[in-house]
């Protein structure tokens, strides 16, 4: 199994070496600067190593990798806009370095090129491939447009909560594993156990970002820390510390704050320690990390590229970006 960080260094190179079109520059800047804003590649990363780990050429999977890398990045690009943010990865958003049109056009130009690359060099798998991407690009709208109805919405479940960052975020990771499965010639069997692993990475994942929005470093973490609470963002910490707080206290607040934007943080952040929600967020990211874990140790991998794979699993516990 190749090292984590050779996968990602494969990936910049070869998101470095795509050759632009030099007009309309206003198009495809924008394309060049997000992918040059670095990020954990983790879902190219995770391409890659499943071809590999399957018994492919992790080379043989390589655009498969760049279209899941494109097509994250083509959802930032609209969520920033979306969300109104000002910073992605320590760097302005695109829609705040050009503007909302831009970042639209651009964001729109980006899907098309993942698509593109999603077919390259697919040979016998082109079906399987496309399918699952389409399928996964549906699935995240439908989880982006819960993430918007939920900002309309006073009552969300957790588990509601739960399968909206499902569809918006953890299904493209699990479609990344999968995807890498499916150009190492993998079957049926260890291709679902592959995306079952991505997909409960994803969970976690999403449910430590929760987390680091409102205890994070912004020097680390690459954005504004508590920016969910300010937005009043459905999140799993305030969905869980809403059903939680039995004195209404928190509903009360969040409906009407009459208080700066750093007394609103400093409230909610008592609320949560008061019903423990920092614990019962760290313990369910654990819980879906297990259960990623559980579903990789079903591949019938080696066990150098199951280590791979449950290592970076158990990264995820405690990560601070």
């Given at each position: 199994m190749l090292e984590l960080d050779t996968l990602s260094e494969i990936i910049n190179e070869s998101l470095r070496d795509i050759d632009y079109p030099a007009y309309p520059a206003g198009l495809y800047q924008p394309i060049a600067y997000i992918l040059d804003c670095g990020g954990k590649r983790l879902r190219p990363v995770l391409t890659l190593a499943a071809c590999q780990a399957v018994g492919g050429e992790s080379g043989n999977a390589i655009n498969q990798a760049m279209a899941m890398e494109m097509f994250h990045n083509f959802t930032l690009l609209h969520d920033d806009v979306m969300d109104k943010a000002d910073l992605r990865r320590g760097r302005p958003t695109v829609h705040r370095k050009w503007d909302e049109a831009t970042a639209i056009l651009s964001g729109d130009a980006l899907l098309t090129l993942a698509t593109q690359r999603v077919t390259m060099n697919a040979g016998e798998h082109l079906h399987d491939v496309m399918e699952l991407f389409n399928k996964t690009a549906m699935e995240v709208y439908e989880g982006q447009q819960y993430d918007m109805d939920f900002e309309?919405?006073?009552?969300?479940?957790?588990?509601?909560?739960?399968e909206m960052i499902r569809l918006k975020t953890s299904v493209l990771l699990g479609a990344a594993c999968e995807m890498g499965a499916i150009m190492g010639g993998a079957d049926k069997k260890v291709r679902d156990a592959m995306y079952t692993f991505g997909e409960k990475l994803g969970l976690a994942f999403q449910l430590q970002d929760d987390y680091l929005d409102t205890y994070g470093d912004a020097l680390i973490f690459g954005k504004e820390i508590g920016g969910d609470i300010i937005n009043n963002k459905r999140t799993w910490l305030l969905v869980t510390a809403l059903h939680k707080d039995t004195t209404?206290?928190?509903?009360?607040?969040?409906?009407?704050?009459p208080v700066s934007n750093a007394e609103k943080i400093a409230t909610v952040m008592e609320i949560y320690a008061d019903n423990d929600i920092p614990g019962l967020c760290t313990e369910a990211i654990k819980n879906y990390v297990n259960e990623a874990i559980d579903a990789v140790k079903t591949a019938g991998l080696s066990p150098s590229d199951e280590k791979f794979f449950i290592d970076l699993a158990l990264s995820t516990i405690g990560r601070t970006h």
């Open positions: 309309q919405e006073d009552d969300v479940s957790i588990e509601q909560y739960v209404g206290k928190l509903r009360r607040f969040i409906d009407h704050c």
